[in-house]
């Protein structure tokens, strides 16, 4: 964990690729992909079975050892049509029925609204306003109110070593009016950014969160 304390805000960087936004008792999640691993299963790709329940164990530890009042996922909660891992994280969410879900529609949030009833969960189809943040599900481009806060982009960076040396790994970007959560869910990919030295830049190794910039 790294408290970044940032726009007069105390944030917890999370190994777990999220973000424990500590004066709301909030976590911030990306780009969970639930469903993914089980959509490329049925589509014939080897991928383990188990890792569809990997994703879940990752969240209830989160929310376990932060005891949130509300979750935001910043889009692309679930990746493809109904199935089974949609059925898995109701069953999730009735263990933790006392928390607030807001999710921020993302491109592959293409489920009923129906899919949300019965639950604690907001939908919004628009960017949502948190002073002093404006979180949204891709980076928005045009002129906004708030520093924006986004996901869709699963950003990497990478670091060089000792002679040709070099790892990608997935990162925590934060610029001047922007900052790019990393992809939480463990069947995804990266999109690699070339940092400014004006940029902060944390990166996820392992069980850690390290400042590289």
Known sequence: MELFEFKGQRLQLLPEKAIYWENHKALLIADTHLGKITHFRKAGIPVPGHAAQQNLLILEKLFNDFTPETVYFLGDLFHSELNSEWLDFKLFLRKFSTVEYHLIEGNHDILHEISYQNSNFTVHQEPLLLSPFLLSHEPLENEYEGYNL????????????????????????????????????????????????????????KDKVVKVS
């Open 150 to 205: 986004c996901g869709h982009i699963h950003p990497g960076v990478t670091l060089r070593g000792m002679g040709r040396q070099k790892l990608t790994l997935p990162c925590f970007y934060f610029g001047s009016r922007q900052g790019i959560m990393p992809a939480f869910g463990i069947f995804t990919g990266l999109y690699k950014l070339n940092p400014s030295k004006e940029d902060s830049v944390f990166v996820v190794v």
